[in-house]
């Protein structure tokens, strides 16, 4: 039985929880990220943790690659009353599936080093 809001869910807050860059040899740049993102439809919320790892030269932009964390995703689904624990997992992927969350948490993420400063 699919329990889903008939309107989709979108990114409502995409939070930065720590955030740096570390350097390599030649230049070069580790850009990394955790955070917490929370994706919502109607009364029903999803938050959960998610990660962006990624690099590039320090002089052109940061390309990172999002992901949930899968070390510690902490997912919380609120708005749907009670669920047995697989009807919760089954509708956190169709949400996540759904969902094109990665593409707006990069939109939160720095771009280059002045936008980086900015949020330290």
């Not at 994706?39 to 932009?61: I, K, M, P």
């Not at 995703?73 to 624990?85: I, Q, R």
């Not at 949400?95 to 936008?115: D, G, R």
């Amino acid at each position: 039985m699919n329990k889903l809001p008939a309107k989709p869910f979108y990114t409502a807050d995409c939070a930065i929880e720590d955030i740096g860059v570390d350097p390599l040899p030649k230049g070069k740049v580790e850009s990394w990220a955790l955070g917490r993102a929370i994706l919502v439809s109607g009364e029903v919320e999803l938050h959960f943790n998610w990660v962006a790892q990624g690099g590039d030269s320090a002089q052109t932009a940061y390309v990172f690659e999002v992901r949930l964390d899968e070390d510690e995703p902490d997912f919380v689904l609120e708005g749907l009353g009670e669920l047995s624990n697989k009807e919760c997992e089954d509708l956190i992927q169709q949400i996540l599936v759904a969902t094109p969350w990665q593409a707006e948490v990069l939109e939160c993420l720095p771009k280059n080093a002045q936008e980086l400063a900015a949020l330290q």
